[in-house]
C-alpha cells in the first residue's frame, strides 16, 4: 500500500512539474493562459476497514485548469493587432464558408491575398455586418460573417458650396466691365481660383474675376465674374433667376471656350461689405455642357447635368460664422477659399474602435464603416475545451457561445494596435516548480524508504 501511496505522490508532482514547465514555455505566446493543476487526496473505506484508524490512499490530479485573468497589453505599430480587456473571445473560422468555430485571446491578425482578416493559422475572422451609419445589423454568431477590407475608393462629393474670403483693394484703377475679358489680365483687377468636383470626383477649375465697375455715379462696386473649365456656366440668384451683372458680362466677345458670368459686390465708403445687388439670397452656378454630338445639359463624363454650386461671400463653410470681404487700401488678398466637393479617395488605412468597429480610411479624407469585431462570451469558460494555437472550443461544461458587441453589457473593449500577453508570472512559476521538484524528491525518497524496508524484511533470517 505505501508503494502506492508513494507512487502517486511521484505521478502528482511529475503532473505538476509538466503543468508548470507548459506555462514557463508559453510565457511569450500571445493570449496564452496559464494553466493549475488541481489535486484531491484519495480515501477509500470499506465495511471491515475503522473509519479512526483508515490511512488515505494518495493523491490525484483531479483537473488541469486554465486561469482566465487578464494578460498585460503590449503595444504594436499595426492596426490589426488586436487585443481584449475584459470578457470576451474573438472567433474565428477556418474557411470564410464554415461554421466550424473556434474561440480566441491571441488577436495576432494580418491580411490573406483575398483581403481577407486572419490568424497565424490562416483561420478567418469574425464580425457582425453593419449599416452605413455604422450600427450593427445583427448581432448574433449565426449572422456573423469573415471581415475583409475591401480594395474600395473613398465615395466623391460633388462640390455645392464655395466660400471665399479676400481683400479687394480700394486704390485700384476702376474698369469697363463690358471690356472683360479672362485672357486679357488688362481687363480685370484681380483674379483667384480653386479646384471643384463633380458628382464623379472629376476636378474642374472655378475661376473668379474681379472688376471694379466704373459706370458714372458708382462707387466702391466690384462685378465678380466666373469661369469653369470650357463648361457652359449660368449665374442665378436664389429664385433661378440670372442676375443682372451676367448680361452685361456675358455679352462680351474674346472668351471662347469659356463662358463667363457675374454677379456685384458692394462695399460701404469704409471698405466694410454691404451686400450683393441681388437680394434674393446666394448666386448659384450650374454644370451644362453644351456640344453638337451630346446636345445640352449632358456632362461628358456622365456626371449630374443638374449640379449646382453656391457662391458665398459671406459665410464660413466649416464654421458657419460670418466671413465678408472687404475693400480697404491694401493689396488684393485671399485669405480664405473653401469648398465642400471630395474627389475619388484610396483606401489609405482602416481603424479600429474600443467597440470593434472597423472603418477604411480614403485619401480625400472621408472614411466609411465595414464591420464591426464580434465578441464571444461562456457562461463557464473552464469548460471550454483547449485547443493547440491558443484556441477553444465550445463543449456541454462551457455552456452555448453567446456573442455581443465589444463596450457593451458584459463584454470587455478591443484595442487596436497592441497584444495580449500571457498572464504567465514567471516568478511565481519558477517558485512552483521548485515546490513541484521538491515534491517529487520526497515522495521518491518514500518509495526508497519502503523499498529499503521491504529488503530488510526479506533479510530476516
Request: hydrophobic letters at 35%; glycine letters at 8%; a negative charge.
Amino acid at each position: 500500500m505505501s508503494f502506492n501511496i508513494a507512487l502517486s505522490g511521484v505521478s502528482a508532482a511529475q503532473k505538476d512539474l509538466d503543468v508548470t514547465a507548459n506555462n514557463i514555455a508559453n510565457v511569450n505566446t500571445v493570449g496564452f493562459k496559464e494553466s493549475r493543476a488541481e489535486f484531491g487526496d484519495v480515501y477509500a473505506a470499506s465495511l471491515l476497514s475503522g473509519g479512526k484508524t483508515k490511512v488515505g490512499d494518495g493523491v490525484l490530479t483531479q483537473e488541469v485548469a486554465q486561469q482566465f485573468s487578464q494578460g498585460s497589453l503590449q503595444f504594436t505599430n499595426t492596426s490589426l493587432d488586436l487585443a481584449i480587456t475584459g470578457n470576451g473571445f474573438f472567433a474565428t473560422v477556418p474557411e470564410i464558408t464554415s461554421r466550424d468555430f473556434s474561440f480566441t485571446r491571441a488577436g495576432q491578425f494580418k491580411l490573406d491575398s483575398d483581403n481577407f482578416v486572419v490568424n497565424s493559422n490562416g483561420d478567418n475572422l469574425l464580425g457582425f455586418p453593419v449599416n452605413s451609419d455604422g450600427t450593427s445589423a445583427s448581432v448574433a454568431l449565426s449572422t456573423t460573417e469573415p471581415v475583409r477590407i475591401p480594395d474600395s475608393s473613398g465615395s466623391p462629393a460633388q462640390t455645392t458650396e464655395v466660400d471665399i474670403r479676400m481683400n479687394l483693394p480700394a486704390g485700384d484703377a476702376a474698369l469697363d466691365p463690358q471690356d472683360f475679358d479672362p485672357e486679357d489680365p488688362l481687363t480685370y483687377n484681380a483674379a483667384t481660383s480653386v479646384t471643384v468636383y463633380d458628382s464623379l470626383g472629376d476636378s474642374h477649375v472655378m475661376t473668379y474675376y474681379f472688376i471694379k465697375d466704373n459706370t458714372a455715379g458708382v462707387d466702391n462696386e466690384w462685378y465678380v465674374a466666373t469661369a469653369i473649365d470650357d463648361t457652359l456656366v449660368d449665374m442665378t440668384d436664389s429664385t433661378g433667376a440670372d442676375t443682372d451683372p451676367a448680361t452685361a458680362v456675358n455679352s462680351v466677345g474674346g472668351n471662347t471656350g469659356n463662358a463667363v458670368t457675374a454677379s456685384k459686390l458692394i462695399f460701404s465708403q469704409g471698405g466694410d461689405f454691404s451686400g450683393m445687388e441681388t437680394p434674393d439670397g446666394l448666386p448659384t452656378l450650374d454644370f451644362k455642357m453644351q456640344t453638337e454630338a451630346l446636345g445640352a445639359g449632358i456632362l461628358a463624363n456622365g456626371s449630374d447635368p443638374t449640379q449646382q454650386i453656391s457662391i458665398d461671400f459671406n459665410l464660413d463653410v466649416n464654421n458657419a460664422t460670418p466671413n465678408e470681404p472687404t475693400q480697404f487700401a491694401s493689396a488684393f488678398e485671399v485669405t480664405s477659399l473653401e469648398q465642400d466637393g471630395l474627389p475619388v479617395g484610396r483606401l489609405t488605412g482602416i481603424d479600429i474602435g474600443p467597440d470593434g468597429l472597423v472603418r477604411a480610411t480614403f485619401s480625400n479624407g472621408t472614411s466609411e464603416p465595414i464591420v464591426r469585431v464580434a465578441l464571444v462570451r461562456f457562461s463557464n469558460e473552464q469548460g471550454l475545451t483547449q485547443e493547440s494555437s491558443t484556441q477553444w472550443k465550445e463543449s456541454i461544461l462551457s455552456g452555448e457561445a453567446l456573442a455581443g458587441e465589444a463596450t457593451t453589457g458584459t463584454f470587455g473593449e478591443i484595442n487596436s494596435s497592441a497584444l495580449e500577453q500571457a498572464n504567465v508570472n514567471l516568478t511565481t512559476e519558477l517558485i512552483d516548480m521548485i515546490i513541484a521538484q521538491r515534491n517529487f524528491q520526497a515522495n521518491s525518497r518514500a518509495l526508497e524508504v519502503n523499498n529499503s524496508l521491504n529488503q530488510t524484511i526479506l533479510n530476516i533470517r
